[in-house]
């Protein structure tokens, strides 16, 4: 609930914008950025001025040459975007932010259980849309894979008229890489097929809806995930798909992943 000693921890008036790193946030992610080269020319802008506009882009929508006049430049910001985007270093960063989250909550750093699900986004006219039959939208689709503490463990993105029971199998297979130990997922039916059960060794439960249930209703394990949409949805550039590639989409997933885990464990402590 609301007290003024949580008002002040999630106020960020302070700022230069309300999303800039404050200098909490900032020490977590620090030493995982990459280090100023010793040849060479040296950088014209801190790489703290870099993060901050790219989570301006990602939290205010706008394009990258409509950044303010006091960050850096939008061509220099894409340009590290497009690095950070090759070297896959925001899903590297989300890796050691999830398991610093569970130690923080004393639970095992790699996770034993998840909850997958998929969301329908719509995209621009510039990007090459597919339909949706299901989820009735015309453009791509987000699979995630989260610990039952609601941290994102795997993001993907991929054109919409992929069945979620074929992009499950991808997104199963790229877990085992990353959090060898998870045993059990959990899915909704259409999640139910043969081929999911057959991908990896991960057993896989599926969560019915409950008999005569009418209208909505949260359903255990499954709220979990539909509330990280709901946590990243609230970053306007996550709002549409404005990307032109599917990397950029999943960069951006992983950047709005961070936040929260970031924004998480500098609170705690």
Request: proline residues 6%; contains cysteine; glycine residues 6%.
């Amino acid at each position: 609930m609301w007290t003024p000693t949580t008002r002040r921890q999630h106020s960020r008036g302070h700022l230069s914008y309300p999303s800039d790193l404050t200098d909490g946030e900032w020490e977590i992610i620090a030493p995982f950025l990459p280090q100023p080269a010793r040849t060479g020319r040296p950088r014209a802008w801190p790489m703290r001025e870099i993060i901050n506009a790219i989570l301006y882009v990602l939290r205010a929508g706008c394009a990258w040459r409509r950044l303010p006049k006091d960050v850096p430049p939008g061509s220099t910001v894409y340009g590290w975007f497009l690095r950070f985007r090759r070297e896959h270093l925001f899903e590297a960063l989300n890796h050691h932010l999830v398991i610093l989250d569970r130690e923080r909550v004393r639970r095992e750093a790699n996770p034993p259980a998840a909850v997958i699900n998929s969301q329908g986004v719509k995209t621009i006219e510039a990007v090459d849309p597919s339909y949706d039959a299901g989820k009735k939208i015309k453009g791509r689709k987000r699979h995630a894979m989260v610990d039952t503490n609601g941290g994102g463990l795997v993001l993907h993105a991929h054109p919409a008229d992929i069945q979620d029971r074929d992009g499950a199998v991808p997104l199963l297979q790229a877990s085992q890489r990353s959090f060898p130990f998870i045993e059990l997922a959990f899915v909704d039916s259409a999640y139910n097929a043969r081929r999911i059960e057959d991908a990896t060794c991960i057993a896989i439960e599926v969560v019915k809806k409950i008999a005569g249930q009418v209208g909505f209703q949260v359903l255990p394990r499954r709220w979990v995930v539909e509330r990280f949409f709901a946590w990243i949805n609230r970053n306007r550039r996550l709002a549409k798909d404005f990307e032109a590639s599917v990397a950029s989409a999943t960069t951006f997933l992983y950047a709005a992943s961070v936040i929260l885990l970031t924004r998480r464990l500098a609170r705690s402590s």
